[in-house]
């Protein structure tokens, strides 16, 4: 199953050292959470409009920086 392409907003960026442990392997390295463009304001970013997207994990993410 795979999800198309969709465009997000980034809303913040974790780092995480050592790996974050939530109880799956492998462990994340990082995080981004991310916000549906019609929701997303620079300036008050809402954290129930979006979700986290933990990255090194066992899901594979395919991410692009596409500039409108």
Do not use: K, N
Request: hydrophobic residues 30%; glycine residues 8%.
């Amino acid at each position: 199953m795979s999800i198309p392409p969709t465009r997000l907003c980034v809303g913040h960026y974790e780092e995480y050292d050592p790996p974050r442990d939530y109880g799956w392997l492998p462990a994340p390295t990082a995080g981004i959470y991310v916000v549906p463009p019609e929701s997303f304001d620079p300036e008050d970013v809402d954290e129930s409009a979006g979700c986290m997207l933990y990255l090194g994990g066992a899901e594979p993410y395919r991410v692009e920086f596409v500039q409108d």
